[in-house]
């Protein structure tokens, strides 16, 4: 590995993977730079070697999104808040930064982003750049919460964007899927620190779907798990508190977040893999083992929750009133299958918002996420299950499996062709080019 006078870049061919281990790519050299100029430089220099750039973060797609077999940039030396501006309430974060750096940080000022997904090892620029969200009745996802970027473009310039300057690259490079530059800066909208209160409780899948519409309309934050082979599920409803704060106990969180929810839920999938048969029975004491528990605490820590078992995932974002109908049909489609699924299905919902290739553009949506365990056969479960959604109209999460493709995303888009010909004019030669974008956007 050779050292710049600052950041660093390696050859060799070293073999890059992500998080759930079923993407590799192998590129010609990384660049881990410590300024936009040095990220700008690289770029440039790739233009000139004529290979194709990706920036990727922390790997957390379980899409090839990032893979390329040119120049992979790694943004992890850009990271750290550039200014916290309390007038107009907005934080200007490097786009290397981790979320979960940025959550402790804006805690320590008292501030407090709206809404989160549910894990913040993530970068932020490849949070929103693959559209990472939580569940909301009224608050969007992580990229509906910028307000103004910073990237570097094909020929090497940096372009700054909101929605009063550039405003058509900012209404599409919120959730780029790295195809028109590399994001180097990211502002967010901020808001005072507040309290959240979770209610999670286990409750029969039939109840939810009975009373769905009403458990979303009377939280501001409803999601919960259907455990397949079962007719239970566990819900989480998140609401602002006055306090006072009641965080989740040192040891019952040990017990409940650590102990069950990883450690034993690891034993579950290894016996599964080993003996798939077992897996309806294991199904059946694993969703009674959560009890119901309420706490408070400031957001991030009732948003998110540690994920220390590996798996695949499939999410799809369908028109939220058709949650129901959809949820019904993957259900009678797993009980006729003979499949044996050992993870639970989660769902959350988000609010219509104004990102052209947002899996919620446009429309109030439900999210329907498919896991397997990593290792595990899971073609025929997600083939089943994506045939189930795209009936539906149902949209990809872009850093999930699927296999929808361009002429698809037409369909189900309808400012697709915005995006293309913003590409077409930012990346005429395809510099940010790779084979997933390829097939999503077109050539």
Known sequence: ???????????ANSTWRNWGGNVAARPVRQVAPVSVEELAEAVRRAREDGLPVKAVGTGHSFTSIAATDGVLIRPQLL???????????TVTVEAGTPLKRLNAALAREGLSLTNMGDIMEQTVSGAT????????????????QIKGLELVTADGSVLSCSATENPEVFAAARLGLGALGIVTAITFAVEPLFLLTAREEPMPLDRVLA????????????????????GNTNTKRNNRSAGPEQPVGRLAGWFEDEFLSNGLFQVTQWVGRAAPASIPGIAKISSRVLSARTYTDIPYKVFTSPRRVRFVEMEYAVPRAALVETLRELKAMVERSGLRISFPVEVRTAPADDITLSTASGRDSAYIAVHMYRGTPYQSYFTAAERIFTAHEGRPHWGKVHTRDAEYFARVYPRFAEFTALRDRLDPDRLFRNDYLRRVLGP
Do not use: C, V
């Not at 590995?1 to 050859?11: E, I, L």
């Not at 990271?79 to 309430?89: A, L, P, V």
């Open 1 to 11: 590995m050779s050292s710049t006078a600052s950041g660093k870049t390696s050859g």
């Open 79 to 89: 990271t750290g808040i550039r200014n916290i501006d309390r007038d107009s309430m």
């Open 129 to 144: 750049s693959t559209g990472t969200h939580g569940t909301g009745r009224d608050s969007a996802s992580i990229a509906a």
């Open 211 to 230: 009373e769905f519409d009403q458990l979303w309309a009377e939280n501001e934050h409803f999601e919960f798990y259907w455990f397949p082979h079962t």
